[in-house]
């Protein structure tokens, strides 16, 4: 195939990456087979693998879909930027940035510990660090190709009638950290698949990168802005498993002459050693204001055992919550198996569930 000589090729589950290492500098082209692009961490070394027949999966045929470009070290990627997911795999598109406060626990570690809070857990001194998030959009090519370790309907709201525990997402709609973002350049004029695409943005291939927003975008962000905005992101690691959580306030509706209170909760699972570990237990204790304490114990996360391994080291999914008063904490535990049957447990960061005070109108949907 023209632009790609000499190939490395990686099995990401049925996916299959490659790039040009036809030298150390200059535009190295994107090629990906069935329809899905993944480029793990280590595709930065030079070393060369020609990518053979007998490691082609069957039946696919190599198609390049862009250009690496160098990843931002400072400063953020503009609206419109296309990426590969470092992590997942994904194509996708920039729609706008976050700056979320980063509770980075690891971090704090070496901080003396505080006493009991009110919620009944111990907490360490942690200081938020302003970190950049993305929104993006999820190329739907792809999305069956992750759906076993990333969520492709991660985003939901509730929905804009009287039954409180009602809801509806938004599919392929996702939040990337900046150091996920492995940027590209494609001279195709829709490159990703996704029906919001062309709804939010324009080509203009005067610009840089060639995608803008169209107002539907902006009114879009403006109006629900409430409801995606990612404020606060908490990390944990415990036995070289990392976990990381985003709370997202949903909205507050009345049931039974009471009001109930919904977050959404995103969580990403990381096994940062070689070694092979299966979830396999959840622990959870929910605090609310209200002076309630729930626990909550379950197998595995949203029906699934996850297994995490070098080939396969993340998992993310989101669940949701949802308290009769305007605030409350989570923490907990996930337990995980080892091959020779022994387990552990992975602490959860706590993290706080805080509501909107000045909300005013319910989120909208995609009416126009």
Not at 4 to 20: D, E, H, M
Request: hydrophobic share 35%; glycine share 8%.
């Amino acid at each position: 195939m023209a632009g790609c000589v000499a190939r490395r090729a990686l099995a990401v589950g049925s996916r299959w990456w490659s790039r040009s290492l036809t030298g150390a500098r200059g535009p190295r082209p994107l090629c990906v087979a069935g329809g899905a692009g993944a480029f793990p961490p280590e595709a930065s070394t030079t070393t060369r693998r020609h990518l053979s027949s007998r490691n082609r999966p069957e039946g696919k045929v190599l198609e390049t879909v862009g250009v690496f470009e160098v990843p931002k070290q400072n400063g953020k990627y503009e609206t419109g930027q296309l990426f590969l997911h470092s992590v997942f795999g994904y194509r996708g598109v920039v729609l706008f940035p976050w700056q979320a406060r980063l509770y980075d626990r690891d971090v704090a570690s070496a901080a003396p510990e505080k006493a009991e809070n009110p919620a009944g857990h111990g907490s360490k001194e942690v200081k938020g660090k302003t970190h950049t998030y993305y929104q993006v959009l999820i190329d739907a090519r792809d999305c069956p190709h992750i759906s076993q370790r990333s969520q492709t309907e991660a985003v939901t709201f509730l929905a804009n009638h009287d039954d409180s525990r009602a809801l509806y997402a938004i599919p392929g709609l996702d939040y990337v950290s900046h150091e996920d973002i492995l940027p590209y350049t494609s001279t195709d004029q829709v490159p990703i698949q996704h029906e919001l695409f062309e709804r939010f943005l324009l080509y203009d291939q005067t610009k840089a990168p060639p995608f803008v927003a169209r107002e539907t975008l902006r009114a879009w962000q403006e109006k629900n802005h409430p409801w995606l905005e990612l404020s606060d992101v908490h990390r944990e690691t415990t036995e070289n498993i990392r976990v990381t959580v985003i709370p997202f306030y949903m909205g507050m509706r009345e049931a039974q002459n009471s009001h109930v209170y919904w977050w959404r909760y995103c969580i990403r699972l990381e096994n940062l050693d070689s070694d092979v570990v299966q979830l396999r237990e959840r622990h959870w204790r929910i605090f609310s204001l209200s002076g309630t304490l729930e626990t909550v114990r379950g197998r595995g996360v949203v029906g699934r055992e996850p297994v995490l391994s070098k080939e396969q080291p993340a998992f993310q999914y989101s669940s949701h919550v949802s308290l009769q008063a305007s605030s409350g904490h989570m923490w907990g535990t996930f337990r995980f198996e080892r091959p020779d049957g022994s387990h552990f447990d992975v602490r959860i960061p706590p993290f706080s569930l805080e509501s909107n005070k000045d909300e005013k109108t319910p989120p909208s949907g995609l009416h126009w």
